[in-house]
């Protein structure tokens, strides 16, 4: 049982470069998010899902995109990296059985834009 | 829209000590969940406890327990018997019905040998 597992760990971008953070989870989990952290500051929620082909905005969802084709995974698209998103991305996830249930964080992805 | 803010960004406390960390949130929700979560320099979260706005009890988990303020839509923890491990960034969370959940910016607990 891994948990919520990110790749890549650590990505230095372009200014202008695409690229696609993955997340996968084998805790058979329906709840799924996105968050960003900047250095010194808290967890900005980017985008979530609750169940697969369902998303939604979070806070900041500018500049990304997400997908959830199945129950597992649950991607982030970068398109034109910006500076601006030099960040540590987070991807968690929760079971739906109680509404107390905590986030199940992955490892982080230290993203570099420049 | 729902917000959470935590006023103090950096705490510290001697070993031993008792600190108490402040978190004040704001929904419309009547039903929510609210968690502290640990983030020490490993950068992994880490649930340090969790309370159903329903109940009126305070949650308590060891040497953590929170003092939950409805009305006043405060939620501190505090944490007894401070050790060198406690230090790390704490932040409180708030889980509303629409199933977001949303961070405050955290506060830097420094722990004093």
């Known amino acids: 049982n891994a948990g919520v597992t990110q790749t890549p760990k650590f990505r230095i971008l372009k200014i202008g470069q695409s690229m696609t953070l993955q997340c996968t989870q084998d805790m058979n989990h329906n709840y799924m998010y996105w968050y960003r952290q900047d250095p010194g500051m808290g967890l900005k929620l980017i985008y979530y899902s609750v169940g697969a082909g369902i998303t939604d905005k979070g806070e900041v969802p500018n500049g990304y995109n997400v997908s959830r084709s199945t129950t597992e995974d649950f991607p982030l698209r970068l398109e034109l990296a910006a500076p601006s998103q030099t960040s540590v991305y987070f991807c968690?996830?929760?079971?739906?059985?109680?509404?107390?249930?905590?986030?199940?964080f992955g490892n982080g992805t230290r993203l570099t834009v420049t | 829209a729902q917000t959470v803010t935590q006023s103090q960004p950096e705490m510290s406390v001697q070993e031993a000590e008792t600190v108490t960390l402040s978190c004040t949130y704001d929904?419309?929700?009547?039903?929510?969940?609210l968690f502290w979560y640990k983030q020490p320099p490993s950068r992994q979260m880490i649930l340090v406890i969790r309370q159903e706005a329903y109940k009126q009890q305070n949650a308590t988990e060891n040497r953590f327990s929170v003092n939950f303020q409805k009305a006043a839509k405060s939620f501190s923890l505090k944490i007894s018997d401070s050790q060198l491990g406690d230090a790390a960034m704490y932040f409180c969370a708030l889980k509303t019905s629409y199933d977001k959940v949303i961070f405050g910016p955290g506060t830097s607990l420094s722990v004093i040998p």
């Open positions: 968690a996830s929760s079971p739906q059985v109680t509404n107390n249930s905590p986030l199940h």
């Open positions: 929904t419309s929700e009547s039903d929510y969940y």
